[in-house]
């Protein structure tokens, strides 16, 4: 298990949340890179779910949005060129799509949470890394993910053929 797993949850109050992350993204990039998807994914939700109920509520998920924007601002120039803009990316979708938006798409069961199932719901995980999962188009049900994002399903279905 990471070391910072408990200690840098967005709630943690010693050092500054986007220090924490940082230490969390390092420590969980190889075993991103490495392990089988469900292992990434869940240690991510453990991240995430600041209350440790198994469930990640939209103010939790608001907490972590600030985190990784405060710790894309302090070490996004870092970053090699393709991950600043995946990251700038991801945070431009999240931002014009709105978050509570994305949380109701994600909410299968409408009960203001999300729980693993629900945030997987058009992923099948597997025993690859979660990248490789991620870029096969029989294991991500691309156009579902994308109807996701409200107004800008449109054009985010456009970038998967059929």
Request: aromatic share 10%; net charge negative.
């Amino acid at each position: 298990m990471l070391t910072s797993l408990y200690n840098a949850s967005p709630s943690f109050g010693n050092v500054a949340p986007e220090e924490a992350f940082h230490v969390f993204i390092q420590e969980i990039s190889p075993i991103c890179q490495y392990e089988p998807a469900d292992v990434c994914v869940s240690l991510a939700m453990q991240y995430a779910d600041a209350d440790g109920d198994g469930l990640i509520s939209l103010s939790e998920l608001q907490d972590l949005q600030m985190v990784v924007q405060a710790w894309s601002a302090r070490y996004g120039d870092s970053f090699p060129a393709k991950t600043r803009s995946g990251l700038l990316l991801g945070q431009f979708l999240v931002n014009s799509a709105g978050l509570e938006a994305l949380f109701a798409g994600f909410d299968a069961n409408n009960d203001g949470y999300l729980s693993k199932e629900e945030l997987l719901q058009d992923t099948r995980l597997d025993e690859r890394p979660l990248g490789m999962v991620l870029l096969d188009p029989d294991a991500v049900d691309r156009h579902a993910l994308a109807s996701r994002f409200g107004s800008l399903a449109p054009l985010l279905q456009q970038f998967f053929p059929q």
